[in-house]
């Protein structure tokens, strides 16, 4: 079974300023990970995702994330952050072949003017 | 495309009656998956399905709690008699396999009274 872990519950940054959501995953097999967005009052939505290939995957908005297996870890990026990002962000895991996701407990990301 | 279809948007009910909620998958997308999210346990995944079967019912909490997906359009989540600990928003997702992007729906907010 796989785990996910995003160490920050809630994250304040200011506008334009660069922001980093951490997210640590446990798995005995190889995984998919993932990246959704959930704007208020709204479902789900997919930033990005890493299957294989480039461990930088860029995704919509301006995000991306690195996949890093030696540390197990999936942190999302952003250079410069707009009152627009202000949304909670869930790092999933699945494993590779499966389509059955596990979510993390959420990042509440607040953009200060 | 019209995404993910869920209703009611919102449903108020009081405790012990039946509660049934619906979803419309994408067209062409074959798995569909049902969610839960609360403050308190995050979001669960309660079941999915693959090709109209259930593939995954281990997130069904008890007996209460029944879904179905008599056609590839459609998918309901039951819950009979209903209880106040229901109270949550339940989302539907739905994905095509090898792309490993899920979908969601707008949610159906639930309460019980």
């Known amino acids: 079974a796989q785990s996910v872990t995003q160490l920050d519950s809630q994250v304040p940054v200011f506008e334009e300023a660069p922001v980093e959501l951490r997210c640590n995953y446990s798995?005995?097999?190889?995984?998919?990970l993932f990246w959704y967005v959930q704007y208020p009052n709204q479902g789900l939505q997919l930033l990005l995702k890493?299957?294989?290939?480039?461990?930088l995957v860029k995704g919509i908005n301006g995000f991306e994330a690195e996949f890093n297996k030696s540390q197990t870890s999936f942190h999302l990026r952003k250079p410069s952050v707009h009152i627009s990002d202000t949304a909670e962000y869930f790092c999933?895991?699945?494993?590779?072949?499966?389509?059955?996701?596990?979510f993390g407990t959420g990042t509440r990301l607040t953009i200060i003017p | 495309d019209a995404g993910v279809i869920q209703s009611p948007r919102h449903e108020v009910t009081e405790m012990g009656q039946e509660v049934t909620l619906r979803c419309k998958p994408i067209?062409?997308?074959?798995?569909l998956f049902w969610y839960r999210q609360t403050m308190m346990r995050g979001l669960e995944l309660l079941i999915y399905?693959?090709?109209?079967?259930?593939?995954?019912d281990s997130g069904m909490p008890e007996d209460r709690f029944s879904a179905k997906m008599p056609n590839a359009s459609f998918s309901t989540l039951k819950i009979q008699p209903s209880e106040p600990r229901d109270s949550a928003v339940y989302f539907c997702?739905?994905?095509?396999?090898?792309?490993?992007?899920?979908?969601f729906g707008p949610g159906t907010r639930l309460t019980v009274t």
């Open positions: 997702a739905s994905s095509s396999p090898i792309r490993y992007e899920q979908y």
């Open positions: 798995s005995s097999v190889s995984v998919y």
């Open positions: 890493y299957l294989s290939g480039s461990t």
């Open positions: 999933a895991v699945s494993e590779l072949g499966n389509e059955k996701l596990t």
């Open positions: 067209s062409g997308h074959d798995y």
């Open positions: 399905f693959n090709n109209n079967v259930p593939i995954d």
